[in-house]
């Protein structure tokens, strides 16, 4: 792998690391050369990648996380900083969705999808700072999140709360990015677009996934992997003089102005 996408001597916190997307971000930097600190609420699924990483011969551990709890990201940062002696990269990629339409949204369901998707960004950068600010002054620290084109670009019924915090993580990225940049650390983010997923939601039913992928220019749902790489590049120092963004994965999705555009 080119030196400029190697993160060797690096340590990576990523949340939300025991299925998808978050565990592909923990293969492929642990696989760039990074120590990895899996984040996971449930704690079986981190430790299961964390494992699958370790037989592969890198280094990686896992913790139970429930990020949408203050307390609970300082701790992983705590740990990180414990197990690995420093912290340099920082990946808020656990989120929850719910589907409902506006009069069903209850406070419960509310709160939640904001502190986990949104809150937590501010949590884990308090607590993350000193190591940050550390990285900073030598290779240069990494804040990362996993933003969603739901919210700053598109929209659908029933994803309002959602929606909304995702275009609060992409408010939270230029406004930390402003403010950070001085000390060497960027701050930057990923819009997925329809990724395949395993088993539990609607991009796991294969027929359901094929329909939708008629309409994706790309013709294909993307792979946990395709957000993995724009992850590594961030992280990576061929990025060092990119903070504030957010790079679209999508395969073109958010492109057409209608859904029809291939039957023109």
């Not at 993580?169 to 701050?187: D, H, K, M, P, Q």
Request: hydrophobic fraction near 45%; proline fraction near 4%.
């Amino acid at each position: 792998m080119n030196g400029l996408f190697r993160l060797d001597g690096r340590v990576a916190l990523v949340t939300g690391g025991g299925r998808g997307i978050g565990a592909a971000i923990a293969q492929v930097f642990a696989r760039a050369g990074a120590k990895v600190l899996i984040a996971n609420r449930t704690a079986e699924a981190g430790a299961a990648v964390a494992q699958g990483i370790a037989a592969e011969g890198f280094e990686a551990d896992s913790m139970a996380c429930d990020v949408g709890r203050r307390e609970e990201c300082e701790a992983a940062v705590a740990r990180a900083v414990e197990r690995f002696g420093a912290l340099d990269i920082v990946v808020h990629n656990a989120a929850v969705n719910v589907w409902r339409e506006l009069g069903a949204i209850d406070d419960a369901t509310l709160a939640q999808t904001l502190a986990v998707n949104l809150q937590a960004c501010f949590w884990l950068t308090q607590a993350a700072l000193p190591a940050l600010r550390e990285a900073g002054r030598s290779s240069g620290g990494r804040l990362l999140v996993t933003s969603s084109v739901t919210g700053p670009r598109v929209a659908m019924p029933g994803s309002a709360p959602y929606a909304a915090s995702k275009a609060g993580v992409n408010g939270f990225i230029r406004s930390a990015a402003l403010e950070l940049a001085r000390e060497g650390i960027t701050v930057n983010g990923v819009e997925p677009g329809y990724i395949a997923k395993l088993g539990g939601s609607l991009l796991s039913d294969p027929a359901k996934a094929a329909r939708i992928a008629k309409h994706i220019p790309a013709g294909e749902l993307g792979r946990p992997e395709d957000i993995a790489y724009a992850m590594l590049y961030l992280a990576s120092p061929a990025a060092r003089y990119v903070t504030g963004q957010t790079i679209v994965v999508d395969g073109g999705s958010t492109l057409p102005e209608s859904p029809f555009f291939q039957e023109s």
